[in-house]
């Protein structure tokens, strides 16, 4: 079973904020990565090193990381952004990547 | 430009063995650091890590498949191939490769489309 837990679901209005949770022991000592999924397609890597963006992922996303909680924020979501997010790290003993349950976004 | 596209069949039986490869340009074994990694995600369910490669052809599992899993690469053809035996149906999945550039931030930046791979009888 996963180790990272988040949220099953949230839901945002257009243009408004929404912060998607991640939480692990394993935080406290490997770095988060965040993963957009749309309906049918591979993920999509949108932040890395807990608040790193690659380029062309716009900067409405951004990331924190808090003790054994790293957060994942949309700042003015946009009709696009509606997706599943896996959170990613590497598990308790270091020697697997784990992901977390994944997260429902919808913008209404 | 980075590029992996997965390939295998789309269906298999119960007890066999799946063979699922990966193809990808753009990198390269040779460069130091880098690995390439499987993934699967059953219908409605969140991604699973499986197993990792790298270029010294050290080889990781997830742990609780350990026993039915089989990395290998083949550094001229640039391909990566997963084995896992005696399938289940509960192995119906997208089976998903990415690569992996080891540094400190230990990331999958691109990924292939994946291949969904049913078992049946």
């Known amino acids: 079973s996963s180790e990272l837990t988040q949220d099953p679901a949230v839901s945002v209005a257009l243009g408004q904020t929404v912060t998607i949770t991640c939480q692990g022991d394993?935080?406290?000592?490997?770095?988060t990565t965040w993963y957009q999924q749309k309906p049918g397609q591979a993920p999509v890597l949108v932040i890395y090193?807990?608040?790193k963006r690659p380029s062309g992922i716009p900067d409405r996303f951004s990331g924190s990381s808090s003790r054994n909680t790293a957060s994942l924020t949309i700042t003015g979501a946009q009709a696009e952004d509606e997706a599943d997010y896996y959170c990613y790290s590497r598990d308790s003993t270091g020697n697997q990547y784990v992901f977390g349950t994944g997260t429902k976004v919808t913008v209404l | 430009q980075v590029t992996l596209r997965e390939s295998g069949p789309a269906l298999v039986k119960p007890t066999q063995t799946l063979t699922v490869t990966c193809t990808f340009s753009?990198?390269?074994?040779?460069?130091?650091?880098?690995?390439v990694s499987w993934f699967r995600q059953p219908p409605g369910k969140a991604l699973e890590w499986l197993a990792l490669?790298?270029?010294?052809?050290?080889?990781y599992y997830r742990s609780s498949l350990k026993t039915r899993l089989t990395i290998s690469k083949d550094t001229s053809k640039n391909q990566v191939v997963l084995t896992m035996t005696n399938m289940d149906p509960v192995d119906t999945a997208t089976y998903y490769c990415?690569?992996?550039?080891?540094?400190?931030?230990?990331?999958?930046?691109?990924w292939g489309p994946g291949t969904l791979v049913t078992v049946s009888s």
């Open positions: 090193g807990q608040n």
């Open positions: 753009g990198f390269s074994f040779t460069t130091t650091g880098m690995c």
């Open positions: 990415a690569r992996i550039l080891r540094s400190a931030y230990d990331y999958h930046d691109y």
């Open positions: 394993s935080l406290r000592s490997y770095y």
């Open positions: 490669i790298d270029w010294d052809d050290d080889k």
